[in-house]
């Protein structure tokens, strides 16, 4: 017992991106139609309001950065400090209103109803079941072991589980968000789709390779037991409260790496020369997609962080395959979640997991260079 | 009573072990805390995502920190 205690401490405490569910207090009073209406009129005001704002922004910061600091146009620091100022509301509004919406979507799916959903599925359908789930099913790094244990002994696919464990951290809320904000739909679309791709793909060659003699024993023995975890029934006032929280929670979180992202990708667009990039990151140079991919891993950073600054760089002429493959293997390929997957899956498994992800990654990379 | 708070210990998990201490204190019952780090008996009682609260065996709660009202609820539960 004292040993595995020991054992448990060496996992990182990496950021762990739990919710926090303090908002979710049980308030039991049912809302009365009146409520209801209000609650409607109020949400449309705050769109509404929202929208107003929003479309200010970029007159804003430039009338701050040229009217009330005076600084000279086309300097390179005039050009840092609108950047920053325009980016940085405008990337925190967009994160506080998806990040609603999606605490309200997650509110209604649950690792158990999803490993319920996944159970007994076959494995094409399963594994994009799963990466689809992934997107909104709420996880935690953290809980990346017991969710695997909990998936893979209700007899969920190998494959289709670790459709989803990719799936889950790589297609997430605020990549997505902050791609469309920084980089417009169709970059985001294309992440999105990719992204999916790649981890059902990896899932389901990993599942046709025949991986489960690589789990760890003690995980097969297990006999659990999901049914006993009461099912979720919220109210429309609790789902919304979850949204809230989630806001609250994952803004509070990540504020202080969007800034320093787009600070970072202010500098880099005011100062770096156009084109820079382009000799170390740009098309010509084949071997930057790999050595993308392969500096990405040992990077943990959440996507709030590394959009600003991947912003910036494709903007200095680096190509968007090398940028997506470099942001993908940054948020999917872990350390951290290797390690902590350590506990469960035998090394020559971990190989596979790494060399199979990261081989779809690069594939995304090239193929954007090519077609883009 | 048996409150078992799961979780490999991370600061949510930290975080929901000391909001159940508190209400414990608060409602003056007798409980034992025990805190879970390991995943197979995490996994074992049937909990997916942490941190997890399960009280006398039945979980309560899963995948969030729950709020301190919340486990005082649970706590007058048993306790009638």
Known sequence: MLDKEEAMKEIPPISCSCPDGKSMENKAVKPGAGQIFYTIILMAAGVALWFLIYRQLSSFSVFLTYSVLSLRQGSHLGAAVSFFLYDTPKVLMLLGLVIYVVGIIRTFFTPERTRKILAGKRESVGNILAALLGIVTPFCSCSAVPLFIGFVTAGVPLGVTLSFLVAAPMVNEIALVLLYGLLGWKVAALYLFTGLMVAIVSGWIIGRLGMERHIEEWVLELRTNADTVPDNKLTWNERLNGGKAAVVDIVGRVWIYVIAGIAVGAGIHGYVPEGFMATIMGKGAWWSVPAAVVIGIPMYSNAAGIVPVIHALLEKGAALGTVLAFMMSVIALSLPEMVILRKVLKPAMIGVFIAVVGSGILLVGYLFNMVI | ?80
Do not use: H, Y
């Open chain 2, 1 to 80: 009573m048996e409150i078992k708070v799961c979780g490999p210990g991370c600061a949510n998990c930290t975080k929901a072990e000391n909001i159940v201490r508190e209400a414990v204190a608060a409602a003056g019952v007798d409980a034992e805390i025990l805190k879970i780090s390991d995943f197979a008996e995490i996994a074992k009682l049937g909990v997916l995502s942490t941190p997890a609260i399960v009280i006398n065996g039945q979980i309560k709660c899963v995948g969030k920190v729950p709020a301190k009202n919340e486990v005082l609820a649970w706590l007058k539960e048993k306790n009638c």
